[in-house]
């Protein structure tokens, strides 16, 4: 069964840079053919998209956040990270890592696997 | 960038009871939408993709429908672990979701 943990830093200043990285277990992050994707949640707000990467490299950015966000993979490391700069009080959320499970009947490309989340605080 | 309105915000209701919650997309975005269960402290849940196409391990009281701009999720007969926040979800041009629906107990 493929897990997906995120870890951050808990803690940012406003206008430095929020790394998060998002270790996937179980299965290979080159053996999808979906796209692995982060998607975040303010305190009591609803659900935002970030940002979603396929294995091949190719992204996509929510248009709001295209300037500041970057998505990548580390292969080596299994790992799916994004990076925020310049980062606000309005940045500060729950940061889910979400994927599609392999072998699933669904064919197309939709979040059926989601981590537990880590809260990012943004504040000095 | 496509939005998605769901309604309404709130949605009471009481066990045994029906319920249809509402997404409108701002352009279509054909049969390329999802709904999600999310509750208090947890990640979100697929439910529904592709409009009609349950997840699996999702119960036949949910079910989907629509086509183009107007969706509604179904849940036949409301059962206590039913009532949270749902979210609607487009992938038909990038990601949006909804602002959510709260099913609360009356």
């Known amino acids: 069964q493929v897990q997906l943990q995120e870890s951050g830093p808990g803690l940012v200043k406003p206008s430095e840079t929020l790394s998060l990285t998002c270790n996937v277990s179980?299965?290979?992050?080159?053996?999808?053919?979906?796209?692995w994707g982060w998607v975040r949640q303010s305190p009591g707000k609803g659900l935002e998209w970030i940002a979603n990467i396929y294995s091949g490299g190719t992204t996509q950015y929510n248009p709001s956040l295209k300037s500041r966000v970057t998505i990548f993979l580390d292969k080596l490391k299994n790992q799916v990270s994004l990076k925020l700069t310049s980062v606000t009080a309005e940045d500060t959320a729950v940061y889910y890592c979400?994927?599609?499970?392999?072998?699933?009947?669904?064919?197309?490309?939709?979040?059926?696997?989601w981590g537990q989340g880590t809260l990012v605080t943004v504040s000095s | 960038e496509i939005v998605l309105t769901q309604s309404p915000a709130t949605l009471p209701l009481s066990p045994g009871e029906g319920a249809t919650l509402s997404c409108r997309a701002s352009q279509s975005v054909s049969s390329y939408l999802a709904w999600y269960q999310q509750k208090p402290g947890q990640s979100p849940r697929l439910l529904i993709y592709d409009t009609g196409n349950r997840a699996p391990g999702i119960p036949a009281r949910f079910s989907g429908s629509g086509s183009g701009t107007d969706f509604n999720l179904t849940i036949s007969s409301l059962e206590p672990e039913d009532f949270a926040v749902y979210y609607c979800?487009?992938?038909?041009?990038?990601?949006?979701f909804g602002q959510g629906t709260r099913l609360e107990i009356k």
């Open positions: 979800q487009q992938r038909r041009n990038g990601i949006t």
């Open positions: 179980g299965d290979s992050i080159t053996n999808s053919n979906c796209y």
């Open positions: 979400a994927s599609r499970l392999p072998g699933t009947v669904m064919t197309s490309c939709y979040f059926d696997n």
